[in-house]
Every structure is written in C-alpha cells, then in structure tokens.
C-alpha cells in the first residue's frame, strides 16, 4: 500500500525567502504524486503533479517539486515566499495499480506560515 | 463553469438527527468522491462513485450512504448523526482518463 508522509505539521519563514516543505512516499511502483494547497476555510486547488515525465515539476504560483526515486522523496519548493503563500499543504500519492477507483492518498499536512 | 459545488456550506446537527449532504459538477466528470477531513489530518475517502448508479465503499463508510442517479450530483446521506461525524466534508470529480481530481469547498458539519 502506498503512504506519504509529511515531514512537518508547520513551517515558518519570512517573506522574500525560500520556502521547502517535505514529503516522503512509499509505495512499491512508480507512484503519481500531487501537491494541493488549501487556503483558510476554502476547498483543495491543485499546485502541480507528478505523473513519471520530467522529475523536476513546474506548479502554479511560483511552486516547484523534484521527484528523486533514490530518497523517495517529491519536497516542494518556492524561491521567494509571498505572504499569500500561507495555507496548509497535503502531498498526496495515487497508487499506479489502482485503476479502479484511482482514489488518492492525502498526507497529514503542512501549515505553512508567512512572516512579514 | 462552475466546477465542483458543495451545499451546505456549514451546519450543526444534534445527534440522532439525519442530513444530506449536496455535491454537483458541471464538468461532465464520470468519477466522484467524498472525503472527510478531520482536524490536523489529511483527507480519508468515504464514498466513491465511477459513473450514475454506481458506487463504492472507500476507508470510512460506517455511518453514511450514497447514490448517484445522475452524472452531476453525488449527495452524501447521514442517517443517524454521531459527534464522531464532526468535520469538514469535502466532494471532488475527474475524468476518467485523468488522475488530478477537482474539489469543492467543503461542507463544515458539527454535530452536538
């Protein structure tokens, strides 16, 4: 069975410098690996997805991720924090031999704050 | 276009009462889903639906029921309210060719 596991429940960082957020996967395939944001009191929005192409992911807003198979790991990244930034971020893994139901698997979150 | 529509916004339950839930897309998504989100957890899936009149159980199906008469609307049935149902409900939709899935703004139900 496949699991991501988040490395921090909260990150803190000033405006103007990088943000990193962590995220372990296991899962014995080739996984597709996601990053949603949720803002306070809103739904999920997609930030960018991992689907086995290129391993360096290109997101919305100025967020990047690496999938690097060796550490099992896909961290988020983004050079420059902007106070709209802060939200909760869930990794999310999707089982490649679920062709069924293709439900997705969420990890436990990561607040992330801005300072000014 | 709306997306993924979610009412309720928020509601308070007394235990025992029951609720449904509404969930609609206008995406002509076949798959359809709803998740529950407890505090400081990630989403866990109660319910699945890959097309009208088809449904399954996810992790968590105690407590609820589903149907899907239609390919837009995927409604979330309560029976009997428990405070171990307090949380925020989420429903989402893809197409089946795709693995991102599209959310709503969740429902935020307390039951007391």
């Known amino acids: 069975a496949q699991s991501v596991t988040q490395l921090d429940s909260h990150v803190s960082v000033s405006e103007g410098t990088p943000v990193l957020l962590r995220c372990n996967y296991s899962s014995s395939y080739s996984p597709s690996l996601f990053w949603y944001v949720q803002h306070p009191n809103k739904g999920l929005q997609l930030l960018l997805k991992?689907?086995?192409?290129?391993?360096l992911v290109k997101g919305i807003n100025g967020f990047e991720a690496e999938f690097k198979k060796s550490e099992t790991s896909f961290h988020l990244t983004k050079p420059s924090a902007h106070m709209s930034d802060a939200a909760e971020y869930f990794c999310?893994?999707?089982?490649?031999?679920?062709?069924?139901?293709?439900?997705?698997?969420f990890g436990s979150g990561t607040r992330l704050q801005v300072q000014p | 276009n709306a997306g993924v529509t979610q009412t309720p916004k928020f509601r308070i339950l007394k235990i025992g009462q029951s609720m449904t839930l509404q969930c609609a897309q206008d995406m002509n998504h076949n798959y359809m889903y709803w998740y529950r989100q407890d505090p400081g957890m990630g989403l866990k899936l109660i319910y699945y639906?890959?097309?009208?009149?088809?449904?399954d159980k996810g992790e968590v199906p105690n407590g609820y029921n589903v149907s899907r008469s239609t390919t837009e609307d995927f409604p979330l049935r309560l029976e009997l309210a428990a405070p171990s149902q307090t949380s925020v409900y989420f429903c989402?939709?893809?197409?089946?060719?795709?693995?991102?899935?599209?959310f709503g703004p969740g429902t935020r139900l307390t039951v007391l």
């Open positions: 989402a939709s893809r197409r089946g060719v795709e693995d991102t899935q599209y």
């Open positions: 999310v893994v999707r089982d490649p031999k679920d062709t069924g139901r293709r439900a997705l698997t």
């Open positions: 991992y689907t086995s192409a290129a391993t």
């Open positions: 639906s890959v097309g009208a009149g088809i449904t």
